[in-house]
């Protein structure tokens, strides 16, 4: 069965620095999202990507947040500046169907 | 923007029991509504979904019931399983051409008591 695939399963990284979450999305999909999820609540919408621009984020993704397809298969998403409050699971997904990567534990220090 | 509400968010049941959890969304523009999975630690599993022309379905012990006049739809687990214990979130997604955005519940913790 396809896959999405992540990368780095866990970062460990101090607050003000950049980090960069990788994901692999199923091959034949056309369409590209990144959740998280905070430490037991539920999971939240951040952007959403499709045919190389994004094409809805939420009031979460604001200037530090950006995301690339860089070479036609890793899809990133990059945190300028990292705060605290940004630890947190982070899922890539693509679509159709709707496909969850394993995740990337962000843990900011 | 759509806003899903769930219930409840905790529910114990005795094992061979049913489990049952509603939802309810806001966007009448939504049209397909998945159920998720997620066991500690993990990704979303999809174990169910309906699309909004389609008033139920059902896979082996799960149904999922969809009411669109109300805007309400729910999982039900019959014959419950320890290994189903987990916690489930609905979700509901207005698909557009241009792909558009999941909106989750706020999930369900669900414990199996053998």
């Known amino acids: 069965e396809p896959e999405v695939t992540q990368t780095p399963s866990h970062q460990v990284t101090q607050m003000g620095q950049e980090v960069i979450l990788r994901c692999v999305p199923i091959s034949n999909h056309l369409y590209f999202y990144w959740y998280r999820q905070i430490l037991g609540q539920k999971v939240e919408f951040l952007v959403s990507f499709y045919n190389n621009e994004i094409s809805e984020k939420s009031e979460i993704f604001d200037d530090q947040f950006s995301v690339e397809r860089p070479d036609g298969s890793n899809f990133t998403l990059k945190i300028r500046s990292t705060k605290l409050e940004d630890s947190a699971m982070y899922f890539c997904a693509s679509s159709d169907p709707i496909t969850f990567g394993s995740g990337t534990r962000l843990t900011v220090v | 923007g759509e806003n899903v509400e769930q219930h409840p968010s905790t529910l114990s049941v005795q094992e061979g029991d049913s489990a049952v959890i509603k939802c309810t969304y806001s966007?009448?523009?939504?049209?397909?509504f998945p159920w998720y999975k997620q066991e500690l630690g993990k990704r979303p599993q999809l174990i169910i979904d309906i699309r909004s022309n389609v008033g139920e379905k059902k896979d082996q012990r799960i149904a999922v019931t969809l009411n669109k006049t109300a805007k309400h739809f729910s999982l039900h687990i019959t014959e419950t399983q320890p290994e189903d214990s987990a916690v489930y979130f609905c979700a509901a997604y207005p698909r557009k051409s241009s792909g558009d955005k999941l909106t989750f519940g706020t999930g369900t913790r669900l414990a199996v008591r053998p």
């Open positions: 966007d009448s523009a939504s049209n397909y």
